[in-house]
């Protein structure tokens, strides 16, 4: 059978891990950005994103610098995203390491250069990374560019775009509840889950261990975690077990020792 | 580790440098080979490959290392197939129409019947079943979870060649070994411990 995944975020912003509240990202939580994937990588979690949300066009070399720096520790699937706008930049992303492509503003203003991509390293590698925020009415729409503008559609309608261009997964995120403690935005990943067939990455606004069970519960094949993972030694390990006892299917890790 | 260089396949597709990295890691050495000529000096291969089979299969043909890979495979070299890899050594594939494969396995890559309710890609982490030992599984238990990207699975023809099996709506073939070739259908060098374990395996085995 297959597990449910337990994801860890790290966001970047000129090569510093940082923290995310709605889209903001003042805080500094790791100056290495390797420091912050080693541990992870030790500490259970199943894949790993990373995501470049600096506004400077100028950060994407540093980005695949790291990318390159910290494949070389990581052994759990890597996907990378921030300023991919073109193939060759996504070229070298992968070739510095990463596994999959995190792809969300070229979804609305390049539509093709998703469906190249998918054409040329298949859909699996290619995540449609969209950011929801709601208007003054609750509605939710869909933010581009790291939130500075809003398309007005539906997350599901946007979702299954995401798919026929070749998208080969999904990866939600909520500005609203980005570092708000309250859980994901479950009403809008319930609806894109049943939309699409591909899986669906939950993220956005986990504090506590029960939101895990929550984001799966709602239909995610993987939920999702940046900030609060940073927090407390184990995290990974403690959000595992959470989910296990609470009967979801995830990965044990541990039976086996390989010396090095 | 002491042990023998690992030439990693390069026919222009997929994810070399982490299978490298994994190598790396345990102390192994590899170098990615491109040329069929180069690819005479070594007795352990890893044939990687994310991607289209057709595609694939026509880049190792164009190349000439498909005839490179059947003379090292001949003259006894250890090689190892991952994902699309794995699939490349079956004898034909039904990816975007048919093609043919290397044919070391009596054995046909098929696609994942849709509307079973589970997606494709199979994608993520999923249990791998020993179905007997083999050198490359030593001191690993069975059961363990592996990670898959894959939306096509090989099917094999001949039972006693299926090593490990995974279950996804149908049991299918997720390791297979004949001789001194084996396939690997997940990812090893993105599987964590339980991966790495197994390239350390290989890497330790003796030509």
């Not at chain 1, 492509?101 to 093709?112: F, K, Q």
């Not at chain 1, 997964?169 to 909520?174: D, G, H, Q, R």
């Not at chain 1, 069970?213 to 940046?226: D, K, L, Y």
């Not at chain 2, 005839?67 to 006894?76: I, T, Y």
Request: with cysteine.
């Amino acid at each position: 059978m297959l597990k449910k995944r337990l994801i860890a975020v790290l966001i970047l912003r000129d090569g510093q891990v940082v923290q995310s509240v709605r889209f903001k990202h003042t805080n500094v939580i790791h100056y290495d950005a390797v420091h912050a994937m080693e541990a992870f990588n030790k500490w259970a979690v199943d894949e790993i994103v990373i995501l470049n949300v600096s506004r400077d066009v100028a950060s994407r070399d540093k980005f695949a610098e790291i990318i390159e720096r910290i494949s070389c520790h990581c052994f759990v699937p890597l996907a990378a995203g921030g300023w991919i706008d073109g193939e060759d930049y996504a070229q070298r992303l992968l070739r510095s390491g990463a596994d999959k492509l995190v792809i969300n503003t070229s979804l609305a203003d390049d539509p093709e250069l998703v469906s190249r991509l998918a054409m040329r390293y298949g859909r699996q590698c290619i995540v449609a990374s969209m950011d929801v925020k709601r208007d003054a009415s609750g509605l939710p729409q869909i933010a581009l560019d790291r939130g500075s503008r809003v398309v007005d559609i539906t997350p599901e309608a946007w979702a299954c775009k995401a798919v026929e261009l070749g998208a080969g997964e999904i990866l939600f995120n909520s500005i609203d509840h980005d570092g708000a403690r309250k859980g994901y935005d479950i009403e809008s990943i319930q609806k894109i889950c049943e939309a699409v067939e591909v899986p669906v990455i939950a993220f956005g606004g986990v504090f506590s261990w029960s939101h895990l069970v929550e984001g799966i519960n709602a239909g995610s094949a993987a939920v999702a975690v940046a900030n609060q993972f940073h927090y407390t030694e184990q995290s990974t390990r403690k959000a595992k077990t959470y989910l296990a006892e609470a009967g979801v299917l995830v990965r044990q890790q541990g039976q086996i020792h390989v010396s090095v | 580790m002491e042990s023998e260089t690992v030439a990693i396949v390069d026919y222009g597709m997929g994810n070399l440098r982490s299978v490298q990295n994994a190598i790396e890691h345990l102390g192994g050495k590899s170098v990615i080979v491109a040329s069929p000529l180069e690819l005479s000096a070594y007795d352990k291969i890893i044939l990687p490959g994310v991607g289209a089979f057709g595609q694939a299969i026509s880049c190792l043909h164009q190349t000439g290392l498909a005839e490179a890979l059947h003379e090292r495979r001949a003259k006894g070299a250890h090689i190892l197939g991952i994902c699309l890899g794995m699939q490349l050594m079956c004898s034909s594939s039904e990816e975007e129409g048919m093609h043919e494969g290397l044919n070391w396995f009596a054995a046909r890559v098929k696609r994942f019947l849709p509307n079973t309710g589970l997606s494709v890609p199979h994608m993520g982490w999923n249990g791998v079943e020993f179905a007997r030992p083999d050198p490359v599984l030593a001191g690993l238990s069975s059961g363990s979870d592996a990670y898959f990207v894959h939306s096509y699975h090989v099917h094999s023809d001949e039972p006693t060649d299926v090593l490990a099996s995974t279950d996804y709506g149908l049991r299918f073939c997720s390791m297979i070994q004949r001789g001194n070739v084996r396939g690997i259908q997940f990812h090893p060098e993105k599987s964590q411990e339980f991966g790495l374990a197994i390239i350390r395996n290989y890497l330790e085995m003796s030509c």
